[in-house]
């Protein structure tokens, strides 16, 4: 079965400081990866994407994200955090191969804290 | 450019209840999808659709029901509402077709409380 492991619930840092938040994935297949943002109050942004290609991804906001298949892992970076980055980061998994309604694994979330 | 649009946006139900949460997407987008989200917990998914007429079981759909009699609406039922149903309820869409599918795009949620 497929499966997101985010490890860190909340982290804290300065702004300007550089983030990087993990995700490590087990999925049965090639996977699709996914990075959305969720502002309090707010549904789900997507912040960037990757199935193939350049393993180092470029999103909206700044932020890049990096495939690792050897260690499953898809981190989530910015080099210098703002502080209306403050947010709930989510890691999902799904399918490459259309069919079977697309369906996407989330983790459980990091909630970002940015101290001024 | 309203993309995925749910109402209400927050609710108050008491036990045994039922409501219907809409959700409407004009992107013409063939797949749909009714998450719960829950602290702590991510994101879980409760029915999905690949198209109009055409719905199935997520993760978590006891309770529920839904329909999709067009592209764009995918409401959900709540029969008998009980308190574990208390959550964020979210709907997304996305567009699969040949040998590609786009990411998921969600509403603002609806805020359900059941006492």
């Known amino acids: 079965a497929q499966s997101v492991t985010q490890p860190d619930i909340h982290i804290t840092v300065s702004e300007g400081a550089s983030l990087e938040l993990r995700c490590n994935y087990s999925?049965?297949?090639?996977?699709?990866l996914f990075w959305y943002v969720q502002s309090p109050g707010q549904g789900l942004q997507l912040l960037l994407k990757?199935?193939?290609?350049?393993?180092l991804v470029q999103g909206i906001k700044g932020f890049e994200a990096e495939f690792k298949r050897s260690q499953s892992s898809f981190n989530l970076r910015k080099p210098s955090v703002h502080w209306s980055d403050a947010a709930e980061y989510f890691c999902?998994?799904?399918?490459?191969?259309?069919?079977?309604?697309?369906?996407?694994?989330f983790g459980t979330g990091t909630q970002l804290k940015v101290e001024l | 450019n309203a993309g995925v649009t749910q109402t209400p946006k927050f609710r108050i139900l008491k036990i045994g209840q039922s409501m219907t949460l809409q959700c409407t997407q004009d992107?013409?987008?063939?797949?749909m999808y009714w998450y719960r989200q829950d602290p702590g917990m991510g994101l879980k998914l409760i029915y999905y659709?690949?198209?109009?007429?055409?719905?199935d079981k997520g993760e978590v759909p006891n309770g529920y029901n839904v329909s999709r009699s067009t592209t764009e609406d995918f409401p959900l039922r709540l029969e008998l509402a009980a308190p574990s149903q208390t959550s964020v309820y979210f709907c997304?869409?996305?567009?699969?077709?040949?040998?590609?599918?786009?990411?998921?795009?969600f509403g603002d949620g609806t805020r359900l409380s059941i006492l």
């Open positions: 997304a869409s996305s567009y699969s077709g040949g040998d590609s599918h786009q990411p998921q795009h």
């Open positions: 999925y049965g297949a090639t996977p699709y």
């Open positions: 990757y199935f193939s290609g350049d393993t």
């Open positions: 999902a998994v799904g399918p490459i191969l259309t069919g079977g309604g697309n369906k996407l694994t």
């Open positions: 992107m013409n987008h063939n797949y």
């Open positions: 659709s690949v198209g109009a007429g055409i719905t």
